[in-house]
Every structure is written in structure tokens, then in C-alpha cells.
């Protein structure tokens, strides 16, 4: 996949010494399309669960990115908290949002990965949630909107030129999963239920909500992660720094510390 986007949004190979402040956070881009040798590399340092996930893949592709984005995963957490990959152990809340296991790191994250790409967002605050999706020109926005979306939404989409539709859909979808997934309650969250901006080239903001208080909580960012994907961030407070680096195998990856 190929990661060419405006020169403002370079995503950028990473430094080896990395820091996090308060207020900043540091959004990951990945290519799941990896070498034979970087998937084993990074199936060794997963867990046996991990393991046992993957290999109910039935595609050998879908266990390979699977592989490479739980591995990438641990890999660059390892580079914040500065322990071994493998040493890395989850908890999942009871929607499924995985969190670090020891109380020792203050770290918050979040994976998403559609067609060939994966996003791993990292910030001081659990309250993280990022989200990828690959925009087909072919897919049923309009139905789906109906089904889930605000009125609002619907409206506003409906207000768009055709040729608009397909990124003002994936706009609004985008922001919306990541904001659930920031909140950690998945879709249990219904998506009618808050309104968020879509019109390719405004700003990303929630608009309306049943707490009014979450308009003015919550930071909604557009990511460029390439051509073809449209990519959201959501963070709980005001976002100071936002950094974006690009994954890169050699001489990156596997230390052990």
C-alpha cells in the first residue's frame, strides 16, 4: 500500500529514543505486507493466545496481518515502556478493548488495520481510539447510514454531491468507531446516539451528543494514512502534539532487553 500522502502529513521513519508527554500523541502507520522472515520474527514474541488466534485464520494472508499487526503492536509499545516485546501482557475490558496488564505503565493504545494498513495510536491516556477503513466506491454507504447514523448524518451526507458521498461516509464512520473505541464500549454505544462532522475538508468535532459536555471533552482528528484508506483519531482532552511515523522493519525491531 502505498503511503504517499500531502507533504504536511509525512509519515516519518521514527527516532530510536522515543518520548511521550502529556498531550501528545504519536500515531503509527503500518504495511501489513511484510517478508516471510519479519512474520516468523514477530510470531515468536506473541502470545499463546495471540497464537492460538491467529491460526483461525483460514486465509493464509488474514493470519499473516494478523501476525504482523499484533507483533508491531508489542513492538513499538516495548520501545515506550522499554521491556521486551514478549513481555508484554493485556487485559480486555468486557467489550473487548485490550489494556496493559501491569499497573506499572502508563501508556493507552489502539490498533485498527483494514486492507493491507494497520494504525497503532499511543498517548498517555487510555482513552485513545483510532480507526482505518479501506473506501470502496462500491459500498453501501447510503444503506448503512440509514441503519446507523443520526439523522443529522444522514442529512447531511444526503446534502453532499455524489462524488463526495463515498468520503463523507467513511468520515463519519471512521470518527464514530473511533470515538466508541476511545470510550472502550465498542458498538454497545448505539451510533445514532451522537453526531459528528463529515463534510470532506471541515474539521473533525463531535457536534451533538446526549451529554453535552462531550462535544468540548473529546479531541477528533483526520489521519491521512494513504490513497485509498480514510483513517480517524479520538482523544479524551485536548490534543498539543500530534506525531506520525512510519513502521519500518530494519533495524527496528526485536531487541532483547
Given at each position: 500500500m502505498d503511503l504517499a500522502v500531502p507533504e504536511k502529513e509525512l509519515w516519518l521513519p521514527p527516532p530510536k529514543r522515543l518520548t511521550l508527554t502529556a498531550g501528545e500523541?504519536?500515531?503509527?502507520?503500518?504495511?501489513?505486507?511484510?517478508?516471510?522472515?519479519?512474520?516468523?520474527?514477530?510470531?515468536?514474541?506473541?502470545?499463546?493466545?495471540?497464537?492460538?488466534?491467529?491460526?483461525?485464520?483460514?486465509?493464509?494472508?488474514?493470519?499473516e496481518h494478523f501476525v504482523i499487526a499484533r507483533g508491531v503492536l508489542r513492538d513499538i509499545l516495548s520501545r515506550y515502556l522499554n521491556v521486551s516485546s514478549h513481555k508484554i501482557e493485556f487485559l480486555y475490558n468486557q467489550c473487548g478493548k485490550p489494556l496493559l496488564a501491569s499497573c506499572d505503565w502508563s501508556l493507552g493504545f489502539n490498533l485498527s488495520h483494514a486492507k493491507g494498513v494497520a494504525l497503532c495510536a499511543i498517548s498517555q491516556t487510555n482513552a485513545i481510539g483510532v480507526d482505518i477503513e479501506y473506501a470502496r466506491e462500491d459500498f453501501p454507504g447510503d444503506e448503512i447510514a440509514e441503519r446507523f447514523f443520526s439523522a443529522n448524518e444522514v442529512a447531511a451526507l444526503r446534502d453532499l454531491a455524489p462524488d463526495l458521498r463515498t468520503v463523507g461516509f467513511f468520515n463519519c464512520w471512521t470518527r464514530k468507531e473511533a470515538y466508541i473505541k476511545a470510550r472502550g464500549e465498542g458498538l454497545s454505544h448505539p451510533l445514532d446516539s451522537f453526531t459528528v462532522s463529515l463534510i470532506p475538508?471541515?474539521?473533525?468535532?463531535?457536534?451533538?451528543?446526549?451529554?453535552?459536555?462531550?462535544?468540548?471533552?473529546?479531541?477528533?482528528?483526520?489521519?491521512?494514512?494513504?490513497?485509498?484508506?480514510?483513517?480517524?483519531?479520538?482523544?479524551?482532552?485536548k490534543v498539543r502534539t500530534l506525531r506520525q511515523w512510519h513502521w519500518i522493519e530494519q533495524g527496528f525491531l526485536l531487541d532483547d532487553r
Open positions: 500523541v504519536h500515531v503509527w502507520a503500518v504495511l501489513l505486507d511484510q517478508t516471510p522472515d519479519t512474520v516468523q520474527a514477530l510470531l515468536k514474541i506473541l502470545s499463546p493466545d495471540e497464537c492460538a488466534r491467529a491460526t483461525r485464520y483460514h486465509f493464509q494472508r488474514d493470519f475538508g471541515h474539521p473533525a468535532r463531535i457536534l451533538t451528543a446526549d451529554d453535552p459536555l462531550e462535544t468540548s471533552r473529546w479531541t477528533l482528528m483526520e489521519l491521512l494514512p494513504g490513497r485509498d484508506h480514510i483513517a480517524s483519531l479520538a482523544v479524551e482532552g
